[in-house]
Nanobody, 127 residues
């Protein structure tokens, strides 16, 4: 079992930066692939970024490549999403997700493959 708690959301202006954090409980955090998803009002939840449990590989949605960076600190049981050059279209609730895996290289962009979810944190970007 893993429990996830996101933090770091807020109201910012276009061009600003935010860093989201997702703190995980559980002793085997390092065996979980971690992902960030977001859901804008009236839209379905979408993939943003993922990181393998070894942190050796990262993956991003095209809309955030070059602006967002996912990272993790397995010693602190925490995954981060650094968001730079924020745009109004980044406005959404951001969710952290986890899936246990044997493979150090496994990742997924499909929300249906993740077993554990945080409660979400709101990010609002004004123009």
């Amino acid at each position: 079992q893993v429990q996830l708690v996101e933090s770091g959301g807020g109201l910012v202006q276009a061009g600003d930066s935010l860093r989201l954090s997702c703190a995980a409980s559980g002793r085997t955090f390092s065996s979980y692939v971690m992902g960030w998803f977001h859901q804008a009002p009236g839209k379905e939840r979408e993939f943003v970024a993922a990181i393998t449990w070894s942190a050796g590989r990262t993956y991003y949605a095209d809309s955030v490549k070059g602006r967002f960076t996912i990272s993790r600190d397995n010693a602190k049981n925490t995954v981060y999403l650094q968001m730079n050059s924020l745009k109004p279209e980044d406005t959404a609730v951001y969710y952290c997700a986890a899936r246990w895996t044997y493979s150090s290289n496994y990742y997924s962009t499909d929300e249906r493959t993740y077993n554990y979810w945080g409660q979400g944190t709101q990010v609002t970007v004004s123009s």
